[in-house]
């Protein structure tokens, strides 16, 4: 009696738990789009967000919850795009934070 609950709980932590690595590959795709969007020479500085917002709407399909996306210039020639967010949840109470990160040099054109 006491085993089905147990089994049911840790069915749904494996459950959470591959819906978390799922949402986690969903946002490093995401910021490798945004990055390489981004660093290309001539682009609009909202076009690496947009392209990070389109990967997680197209993949994602709801599993990163509340998707904020970032991009930083630390240098003039380097740029940084970073995505973080909250897998769904299936477990009450249970949070699980995704970041990614992607960075790529700056495409400059000189005639």
């Known amino acids: 009696m006491v085993a089905t609950p147990l ?3 840790m069915l749904l932590v494996v ?4 819906v978390w ?4 590959q969903v946002a490093a795709a995401a910021a490798r789009r945004g990055a390489d969007t981004a660093r290309l020479a001539g682009a609009d500085p909202a076009d690496g967000p947009t392209a990070a917002r389109l990967i997680t ?4 399909g709801g599993v990163l919850t ?8 630390t240098s003039p020639t380097l740029l940084t795009v970073t995505v973080t967010g909250t897998a769904i949840r299936y477990l009450p109470g249970l949070a ?4 990614a990160r992607a960075s790529g040099t700056r495409e400059i054109y000189t005639p």
Request: aromatic share 4%.
């Open 7 to 9: 089994i049911l709980i």
């Open 15 to 18: 459950v959470q738990l591959a």
């Open 21 to 24: 690595g799922w949402a986690q």
């Open 57 to 60: 709407s197209q993949i994602g």
């Open 66 to 73: 509340d998707p904020q996306i970032t991009v930083t210039h």
């Open 96 to 99: 699980l934070h995704v970041t």
